[in-house]
């Protein structure tokens, strides 16, 4: 069974760091793009960053461009996702995607996702 199992995610104050992995089993998906979107409470569901498989190539909403920074291991099979100077509007459950092709922005172009971790910046 193919599982996508997001941690990192706590109560921090505005300003904090916080760094979010997300591991996977059942698959490799080491030549699969993998991103990370976010949902805060009565909003839909939003592009945060995305990677390559082969890590070369990276792309950010800009929201979160030059704050947030996506990496990944692939001998570990897991993604991470380094959050600094949060603000109190990154609020949000993040979970972690990821689909076969290139690197993508919707949601429905990801084939695999995972529960989500929740992520509360206070002010």
């Known amino acids: 069974q193919v599982q996508l199992v997001e941690s990192g995610g706590g109560l921090v104050q505005a300003g904090a760091s916080l760094r979010l992995s997300c591991a996977t089993s059942g698959w490799a998906f080491s030549h699969y793009t993998r991103a990370w979107f976010r949902q805060a409470p009565a909003k839909d569901r939003e592009f945060v960053a995305a990677?390559?498989?082969?890590?070369?190539?990276?792309y950010y909403a800009d929201s979160v461009k030059g704050r947030f920074t996506i990496s990944r291991d692939n001998a570990k099979n897991t993604v991470f996702l380094q959050m600094n100077s949060l603000k109190p509007e990154d609020t949000a459950i993040y979970y972690c995607?990821?689909?076969?092709?290139?690197?993508?922005?919707?949601?429905?172009?990801?084939?695999?996702w995972g529960q989500g971790t929740q992520v509360t910046v206070s002010s």
């Open positions: 995607a990821a689909r076969s092709s290139t690197i993508a922005t919707r949601l429905d172009d990801y084939d695999y």
């Open positions: 990677i390559a498989w082969n890590g070369e190539t990276t």
